[in-house]
């Protein structure tokens, strides 16, 4: 049977974040930007004889059930598959980072095994899928900058100019449920339109979750301030704890590479964004067009 081997699987930054409400089920309203960057876990995809799925890990260990094999389950059940697969994950995206990683894991998953199987689901179709598992991945199934609506499912492709990011991960982490349910949690700011974002595209908004993560780790708001004494305006991304800031034109970039201030169990990382999903292209139709 094939094997796809160095399969990608990209993490995303949030270049802001907004709640903008609630709605009676509890679910958090929001509006954000989402961009793909180079920071990438790195799959292999093995389709087997027989419906068995397995998973091999290559880096730190994942959950027994994580999404990588929930989303390989779904694509079984949707389309009557009846081959199964290996995959082997090697981890490169820290966990509560708000980076998106295992949303991103499961979208390769699904692309990839869509491939492999022959199972012929286009984008939208796939995306459908995705949702299931989770509302960052069929974002990352649609492997492009989008502006993001709704509890995260809504998804309008933008694009973005190429641009590089300084990102700090610091060693602890954070937990989403534990922010979104943080009495400091901002939840009114006032809708956005992509017109005004697109006027400031990496310096526009906040993310309102930033208060609510600083008091539950304060290495957030440290690294953020590592950030601002460089001279960059440093913002968490997503709900986890790792933060970033756009590193203007002209900038040498070795000036932050080479950041020795931070504590060693610290992760620092220069990235650049992406246009498009390295896997773009693979799934029947990917058709979905730019909004600038």
Known sequence: MKTLYDLPAPAKLNLFLHITGRRPDGYHLLQSAFMPIDWCDVLHIEA????????EDLGP??????????????????????????IAVDKQIPAQAGMGGGSSDAATVLIA??????????????????????????????????????????????????????????????????????????????????????????????????EAACSMNTEVAQAIEALQSLGLQGRMTGSGSAVFAHIPEGKKISDFANFSSLPVNWTLKICDNMALHPLAGWNVSDSLSAVT
């Open 48 to 55: 087997r004889q027989g419906p068995a799925l397995s998973r």
């Open 61 to 86: 260990p994942l959950p027994p059930d994580d999404l990588c094999l929930r989303a390989a389950r779904l694509l079984q059940q949707a389309t009557g598959c009846t081959q199964g697969a290996h």
């Open 113 to 210: 095994l869509n491939r492999l199987w022959k199972t012929g689901l286009d984008t939208h179709r796939l995306q459908a899928l995705a949702l299931q598992l989770g509302a960052d991945v069929p974002f990352f199934v649609a492997g492009r900058p989008a502006w993001v609506e709704g509890i995260g499912e809504r998804l309008t492709p933008i694009s973005l100019p190429p641009a590089r990011f300084v990102v700090i991960k610091p060693a602890g982490g954070l937990e989403t449920a534990a922010i979104f349910s943080s009495p400091l949690l901002k939840r009114d700011t006032k809708p956005a339109t992509i017109a005004v974002f697109a006027a400031n595209q990496y310096g526009f908004g906040q993310n309102d979750l930033q």
